[in-house]
């Protein structure tokens, strides 16, 4: 016997709990919109709060507030620089266009604590404009975006329930999700729907087919990423762009999953394995560098630095100070010590790093006591391409066209198609994702909501 069919009729369909699935929802909800916010797993974020969330924004009222002058003209040029040929003109456009009254609207709306990280020009940006929001980086963020989006009463939440498919129209559109058939049957929530599902790093098979080059890599996080929006878009004729560029890291922290910054390496840091060997150029790109880790016996390298390097890393990176650091690090005052809390044999530790000391510069010294040292491998963290998408975050077809009735935001979107893990601006991937879930929202301006 067939299963009984209900419907739900909403303004908008969200598909993942993400930051940016959150704040489609509540962009939508504030302009008075049903949303109905379907996420597979228990609790809401998705894999935010073991990021650090930073985001770049020319304009705001922090900078002012720092007497920093910017312009989102400005900004525009340093993003246009950094991707070169490989994003829409019009995507960057309206992302950069979007920063200001985003991270403004995330600070009034959603009480973030959002702070200028610094008041220098990092991260290849012209200007001082990376914002953090939280002293706990993404975990404040997604913290802020539950909060207000569990207490809105145009937003039903659904969490630990499984998207099955989108329904299509017969003019190529869709016109909402079924989910997945349980005991009571089957039930479709009609409306237009953003995917906010993440992309596909978890996904080793999608992996294998578009970033073949870290498929040896592994992906240790435990949620997320596992390529719906693929599965749910592609037999619609949506289309991927850039689906090649994945995110790597070197610098996994063990057992905690959080990922060392690249600058510990580019200030002085060094790597050794349970030898206590320096086995690799520190200084190539994160990939053959990740590869070379898990190379290593244990697949596990060590990551050494020391309090010279920790603070200069800390003054341009809050969230290093405040949460990588302290979650992650082992810190010894003397190399005995350092060698008993790391597990490596003493003498080959102190002639490590006494070689490393002749060869060091003035820039770049030996490292001296207090020592820091962190177990890390290397692994997956994100894929850069995705859905493709125009300025107002509607997913593309093969022909370019938009597809009525279906959004793609944050991981699940290609944004700004980074062309190279190693490229791009701080803050721009991170700003790229939660700008176009606002712009997603907004563009629901002309379609009407039966609630």
């Keep these: 016997m067939a299963l009984p069919q209900r419907f739900e009729d909403v303004g908008l369909v969200v598909v993942g709990g993400s930051v940016a699935g959150m704040i489609a929802a509540l962009t939508a909800a504030d302009r008075g919109h049903r949303v109905a916010l379907i996420e597979r797993n228990k609790d809401l974020g998705g894999l935010a709060a073991s990021c ?87 975990a404040s963020l997604a913290t802020a975006l539950v909060r207000a989006a569990s207490r809105h009463t145009h937003i ?69 990423s596992t390529g719906d929006a693929i599965r749910l878009a592609g037999p619609l004729g949506a289309s991927l762009h850039n689906a090649s ?96 809390q790391l597990e490596i044999a003493l003498p080959g530790l102190t002639a490590t790093l006494e070689a490393h000391a002749r060869t060091g510069s003035a820039t770049a010294p030996g490292l001296a006591e207090p020592f820091y040292g962190v177990r890390v491998t290397g692994a997956r963290q994100a894929t850069l391409g995705g859905l493709a998408v125009d300025a107002s975050a509607h997913v593309l077809d093969a022909m370019g066209n938009a597809i009525p009735g279906l959004f793609a935001v944050g991981g699940a979107a290609a944004g700004l198609g980074f062309d190279a893990a190693d490229r791009g601006l701080v803050g721009m991937e991170a700003l790229t994702g939660l700008a176009l879930a606002r712009l997603a929202a907004q563009s629901l301006a002309a379609i009407s909501d039966d609630g």
């Design 52 to 138: 650090a969330e930073t985001l770049a924004a020319a304009g705001t009222r922090f900078q002012g507030g720092a007497n920093i002058a910017d312009k989102a003209a400005l900004f525009l040029g340093d993003a246009k620089s950094a991707l070169g040929n490989t994003a829409d003109p019009a995507v960057t456009g309206a992302v950069v266009g979007q920063a200001v009254a985003l991270v403004e609207w995330l600070a009034d709306r959603c009480g973030v604590q959002i702070a200028l990280q610094s008041t220098t020009a990092t991260g290849g940006h012209g200007r001082a404009r990376l914002h953090s929001v939280g002293e706990q980086g993404g």
């Design 156 to 224: 039903h939440l659904r969490t630990g329930t499984e998207v099955d498919r989108l329904i299509a129209t017969d003019d190529g559109g869709v016109a909402g999700v079924g989910l997945k058939a349980d005991r009571r049957g089957t039930t479709i929530v009609r409306g237009p729907v953003v995917l906010a599902c993440g992309g596909f790093a978890g996904n080793d098979v999608l992996i294998a087919e578009h970033c073949p080059a870290a498929k040896d890599l592994p992906y240790l996080a435990t949620t997320g």
């Design 245 to 340: 560029a994945c995110s790597v890291t070197p610098l996994l922290a063990q057992p905690s999953h959080f990922a060392v910054t690249r600058a510990v390496l580019d200030r002085g840091g060094i790597l050794v394995n349970q030898r206590s060997e320096r086995f690799t150029d520190e200084t190539q790109a994160n990939l053959p560098l990740a590869l070379a880790v898990r190379a290593q016996l244990g697949r596990i390298a060590y990551l050494l630095f020391d309090e010279r390097i920790a603070t200069a890393v800390g003054a341009h990176d809050p969230y290093f100070t405040r949460v990588v650091l302290p979650r992650t690090a082992r810190r010894a005052d003397s190399i005995a010590m350092f060698s008993k």
